[in-house]
């Protein structure tokens, strides 16, 4: 079955950087759109970026927009999130999300906080 791993979150202060790390199996990881999303307490989950099958298109939500870049290593099964000029709104659970067909794929979340 699909599984998705994501890795690199934690404790950052405001202006500092992270580059979280998802490892995909299961699927034809190359043929998959990915997408990175976010949910802070109490509010909705919400889209960061999301990258082609072949990593030639992105796109990011206006919040990060020049900030962070997603990226994709189809040889490695791996999608990349790297984040920098952190602040503090940024803080939020990160999921890694598999598009197949109809049906999405979630790992499990990485946390990331931003924090003086």
């Known amino acids: 079955q699909v599984q998705l791993v994501e890795s690199g979150g934690g404790l950052v202060q405001p202006g500092g950087s992270l580059r979280l790390s998802c490892a995909a199996s299961?699927?034809?990881?190359?043929?998959?759109?990915m997408g990175w999303y976010r949910q802070a307490p109490g509010k909705q989950r919400e889209l960061v970026a999301r990258?082609?099958?072949?990593?030639?298109?992105?796109n990011y939500a206006d919040s990060v927009k020049g900030r962070f870049t997603i990226s994709r290593d189809n040889a490695k099964n791996m999608v990349y999130l790297q984040m920098n000029s952190l602040k503090p709104e940024d803080t939020a659970v990160y999921y890694c999300?598999?598009?197949?067909?109809?049906?999405?794929?979630w790992g499990q979340g990485t946390q990331v906080t931003v924090s003086s």
């Open positions: 990258i082609s099958s072949d990593g030639g298109s992105t």
């Open positions: 999300c598999l598009y197949w067909g109809a049906a999405d794929y």
């Open positions: 299961g699927v034809i990881f190359s043929l998959a759109r």
